[in-house]
C-alpha cells in the first residue's frame, strides 16, 4: 500500500467507554458514524463502536444506512439527513429510523407502511434556533397529528442539535435552544403525546451539560478521539470534568515514491512558487489534494518521516507532494510517512492541520478520500 488510513481499535475502543461512563447507564449512546466516519472507515467504526459498548448507530443517508446492513449490522440505525421519498420503502425494508420534519415525508411513509404492515419508527427533529434542518415549534402539533393519522407509524424520539454550543465559552445561546426544546417536550406532554426517546446532545454538551442528555446522546467527534473545539476543552477545564483521557484514533500513512536532489536555487514545484535556497535533499509522497492532502497546505504543511518533520515544499498537486528530507539522511524509498498522527515522539495533529488551513479538525479527516484502504490496528 502507498497511502492507507490506520485506525486505532483500543483508542476507539476506550473513547466509547469514557463516553459510556461519563453519560451514566440510564442514558443510551448513539456513535455517529455519517460521512465514513468523521473519515474513519464507516464499517470498521461502526463495529468496533458496537462491539465496545454502543447502543446505537447515527447516519446521515440511506446509502450509508444500507451499506451497514448488507455488511450484516443490524443494530437500531437512526438517520439524521433527508431521505428522499423515493427511498422511504427500501428505508422501511431496511429497519432504518427516520428523522422527519416534513409532511409529505410523513404521509408517504405511512402510506408505505400501511401498504405493507409494517412499523416505521421515526424520529420528529425540533428547530430550536440553529435554523437548519427541523420542524418549527408552532408546527410540532400539525407534524404529529398528521404522524397519528396513519397506525403503522411510531413516534420513537424527538431531537434537536445546537446552533453554538461549540464556538464559546458561555453558553447561553444553547440555554435557550434547550429551554425551547423543553417547551415543545411539554407542549407534547400536556396532549398526552409519549415520546420514549429523546435526544439533544452532540460530543460538546454531552461532555459538558447533564441537562442535555434525556435518555440518548448522539456521539460523534469525541468518540475518534477529537474534541469539538479548544472552546470545549476550556470549559471542560474550568468546569473540572476529567475527559483529557480521550484518544485520537486516526493515522493516516504513505511512503516514500523517489528521494531526489535539488541544487540551490532551483524551483520546486508549479507555479515555481518555491525555491531551494541550498542544495536540498526531497522527498516525493504519492499524496495530494485527490486523497484529502488540502492544496491550502503547500510549502506551510509538514509530515513526520523518521520521526521528524520533514515540511512541504511547493504546492500539493492532486497525486503527490514533495517535502524536504534534507535533514533526515537516513530518509530513503518506501519509508513510512505520517501525514497525520503520531510516528516517534511527535504528532501532526487534525487541529494543527486545520490552524494551518483555516478551518476544523472536523473537515480535516472527514475530507480524506473514503477510497483509501482503512486498517484496523
Not at 50 to 64: F, K, R
Not at 336 to 349: K, T
Request: charged share 20%; proline share 4%; aromatic share 6%.
Amino acid at each position: 500500500m502507498l497511502n492507507w488510513v490506520e485506525v486505532n481499535r483500543q483508542a476507539l475502543a476506550m473513547n466509547v467507554q469514557r463516553f459510556k461512563s461519563h453519560i451514566g447507564p440510564g442514558v443510551r449512546l448513539c456513535a455517529v458514524v455519517k460521512s465514513n466516519a468523521y473519515g474513519h472507515g464507516l464499517l470498521e467504526a461502526s463495529r468496533i463502536a458496537l462491539e465496545s459498548g454502543t447502543d446505537w448507530l447515527a447516519v446521515n443517508s440511506i446509502d450509508e444506512a444500507a451499506a451497514l446492513r448488507e455488511a450484516g449490522v443490524e443494530a437500531p440505525t437512526l438517520c439524521l439527513g433527508y431521505v428522499p421519498r423515493s427511498r422511504l420503502e427500501e428505508a422501511l425494508a431496511r429497519e432504518i429510523r427516520l428523522t422527519v420534519y416534513n409532511r409529505e415525508s410523513v404521509e408517504e411513509l405511512g402510506l408505505i407502511a400501511g401498504r405493507l404492515q409494517k412499523e416505521a419508527r421515526v424520529h420528529i427533529k425540533v428547530e430550536t434556533g440553529t435554523n437548519r434542518q427541523g420542524v418549527r415549534s408552532e408546527d410540532i402539533l400539525d407534524l404529529v397529528q398528521t404522524l397519528q393519522e396513519f397506525p403503522n407509524l411510531i413516534l420513537e424520539g424527538l431531537s434537536t442539535h445546537y446552533a453554538n454550543i461549540e464556538d464559546v465559552t458561555e453558553h447561553h445561546f444553547a440555554e435557550y435552544q434547550l429551554g425551547n426544546f423543553n417547551q415543545v417536550c411539554g407542549l407534547l406532554e400536556s396532549r398526552g403525546i409519549s415520546v420514549p426517546i429523546k435526544h439533544t446532545a452532540c460530543t460538546a454538551a454531552a461532555i459538558l451539560f447533564p441537562q442535555t442528555l434525556f435518555n440518548m446522546a448522539r456521539v460523534g467527534i469525541g468518540l475518534y478521539g477529537l474534541w469539538p473545539s479548544k472552546e470545549t476543552r476550556i470549559s471542560a477545564l474550568q468546569a473540572g470534568i476529567p475527559m483529557n483521557e480521550l484518544k485520537p484514533v486516526l493515522t493516516w500513512k504513505t511512503r516514500i515514491a523517489q528521494v531526489k536532489r535539488v541544487k540551490s536555487g532551483q524551483t520546486i514545484g508549479y507555479g515555481c512558487t518555491d525555491v531551494a535556497t541550498q542544495d536540498t535533499r526531497l522527498a516525493v509522497l504519492p499524496v495530494g489534494y485527490y486523497d484529502g492532502y488540502d492544496r491550502r497546505l503547500s510549502s506551510i504543511g509538514y509530515v513526520l518521516i523518521h520521526g521528524r518533520r520533514a515540511p512541504v515544499r511547493g504546492r500539493v498537486c492532486m497525486n503527490m507532494i514533495m517535502v524536504d528530507v534534507t535533514n533526515i539522511p537516513e530518509a530513503a524509498l518506501e519509508d513510512e510517512a505520517v501525514l497525520l498522527g503520531r510516528q516517534g515522539s511527535d504528532s501532526v495533529s487534525a487541529e494543527t492541520l486545520a490552524g494551518k488551513i483555516g478551518t476544523i479538525n472536523y473537515e480535516v479527516v472527514a475530507r480524506i478520500n473514503p477510497s483509501l484502504p482503512r486498517i484496523v490496528t
